[in-house]
């Protein structure tokens, strides 16, 4: 299962690669936003998985899951809420303003 999850988190870095390169903006927020939840799974995937173990450690239990991974994982996602909202309105406000999304144009550099 973890060899699945790594795989996945590979692609999924490789996928925001090729997003983070491309001219207009909301490619290069999508890549933003696949490259947080590629870390997420990197995270979850480092804690190793398993499945039906308490996150707690109780007298009696000696196998039980680190909940130190989950933890970082939800405060991951919240910052990266946060900062695709925050990329998403001043993507918008640059389209608006220059009436493009095309970075090429953004940078001066006209390449028409």
Do not use: W
Request: proline content about 4%; cysteine-free.
């Amino acid at each position: 299962m973890e060899i699945i999850i790594s795989i996945l988190a590979g692609i999924l870095f490789a996928t925001a690669v090729y997003n983070l390169l491309q001219k207009q903006l909301l490619r290069i927020i999508i890549g933003t936003v696949l490259i947080s939840h590629a870390a997420h799974l990197l995270i979850l995937t480092m804690g190793k998985l398993k499945r039906g173990q308490p996150p707690i450690l109780i007298e009696g239990i000696t196998q039980y899951t680190d909940p130190l991974p989950q933890a970082l994982i939800l405060t991951s996602i919240v910052i990266s809420f946060g900062i695709t909202s925050l990329l998403l309105v001043l993507a918008y406000r640059t389209t608006k303003e220059n009436k493009t999304d095309n970075m090429e144009q953004l940078r001066g550099s006209s390449n028409e």
